[in-house]
């Protein structure tokens, strides 16, 4: 793996999944009319984030199985479920925003500390 293939793929990932995040955000607040044009961008930003981080695993890691791993993936899977339930069950709002807050954290410190 070249040095610049791999910039590329962290950039692209960190960029997706900041893209991921605001559509979540977005929905939380937004008005019901716009439920299929955040519905497929945030699918678009979640399928992006899936196929860089794969990519990135592979290429660094060898598709080697670690939990690390395995939480990251949860949390991109709650994250990216969470706009679709933003629209559907406003009332709760507030426990979408505290939840995607501690997934994205949980997986930034997933990706830095690798602790098992």
């Known amino acids: 793996m070249s040095p610049a293939e791999f910039n590329f793929l962290h950039i692209f990932h960190i960029s997706s999944v900041l893209l991921l995040i605001g559509a979540t955000f977005y929905a939380f607040a937004a008005p019901p009319e716009t439920k299929t044009r955040m519905a497929i961008f945030s699918g678009i930003a979640a399928i992006l984030v899936l196929a860089s981080g794969f990519r990135m695993w592979q290429l660094e890691f060898g598709m080697a199985v670690t939990g690390w791993v395995a939480v ?22 507030a426990l979408w925003v505290t939840l995607t807050a501690v997934l994205a954290i949980v997986a930034v410190m997933m990706a830095y500390l690798k602790p098992f």
């Open 72 to 93: 990251k993936f949860v949390c991109w899977l709650g994250i990216a479920c969470f706009t679709s339930l933003a629209y559907r069950q406003r009332g709760k709002t």
